[in-house]
């Protein structure tokens, strides 16, 4: 079973989330076919990539699959992690996130690190690994970073609570918000809208914007330190606790020990 479905028109990519029983969850298995649809796309020259859900969905995608999370002393999020390598490999192309239905966690960083977000007026973005006892690392927060303002990445991460895609709008995380009628027709337009222009001029450009936001000073010591600050979090009881309360689909009870 493939866990996406990729399709081309027009020398646009689609591709479409399908593994609904898991509400879309960033599983090492979905991430994998992701990847292969885009290393696909790539090889056929592809001007523009939209990401979506099936049509009608109420998760867009409940973000990394937590099964998956080592249950403790080992880092939930190291470079070689799926969702990692899938972030940077969406700065590889022009890439539109087409949203309806609710964002969660990893999946919000997904959708942000996408060029484009264009929503549903029902959509809804959450950051939730503070749900889970999970020490994100340095590149995720810099993606949160790049797209929204640093009390509005605090509001979100800390408490963890969904907005919508009206306030989403405002603060410039969305793009625009189409009704669900109109969002698959309205996204098109857009991404051939960009398949008309330059695709060379595109792909030095975002790399350049990808370069400029990316430009902060980080001395290995302070490296060290945030790696160590994030290695007391997964060794931790209350890692181990947030893990098992959400497979146990219980709310976790941390002590901060």
């Not at 990519?13 to 599983?27: C, D, E, Y």
């Not at 992701?34 to 979506?52: K, P, Y």
Request: aromatic share 6%; charged share 20%; proline share 4%.
């Amino acid at each position: 079973m493939s866990f996406v479905i990729a399709t081309i028109e027009d020398s646009i990519g689609t591709i479409v989330l399908n593994h609904a029983q898991k509400r879309n969850a960033l599983s090492q298995a979905l991430i994998a076919d992701l990847l292969e649809a885009l290393e696909s796309f790539r090889q056929q020259n592809l001007r523009v990539v939209i990401l979506c859900a099936p049509e009608g969905t109420t998760v867009w995608s409940a973000g990394h699959d937590v099964s998956e999370l080592p249950q403790a002393h080992r880092d939930p999020l190291s470079w070689d992690d799926p969702l990692r390598r899938l972030i940077r490999e969406v700065e590889n192309y022009p890439v539109i996130a087409m949203i309806e239905g609710s964002v969660w966690g990893g999946a919000c960083e997904l959708a942000f690190a996408c060029d484009l977000v264009i929503a549903a007026d029902d959509a809804t973005f959450a950051i939730t690994p503070a749900k889970l006892g999970v020490p994100y690392n340095l590149s995720g927060l810099l993606t949160f970073m790049n797209t929204i303002s640093l009390h509005i990445v605090k509001e979100m991460a800390f408490t963890a609570s969904p907005i919508t895609a009206e306030r989403a709008e405002r603060l410039g995380i969305v793009n625009q918000i189409v009704s669900k009628q109109e969002l698959k027709k309205h996204t098109s337009e857009i991404a051939k809208q960009i398949v008309r222009n330059s695709p060379l001029s595109i792909a030095i450009m975002k790399e350049e914007l990808n370069l400029l936001a990316n430009a902060y000073d980080l001395s290995p010591l302070m490296f060290e330190r945030i790696q160590s600050l994030r290695r007391v979090v997964y060794n931790s009881q209350d890692y181990q606790e947030g893990i098992r309360a959400f497979l146990e689909k219980r709310h976790p009870t941390f002590t901060g020990k």
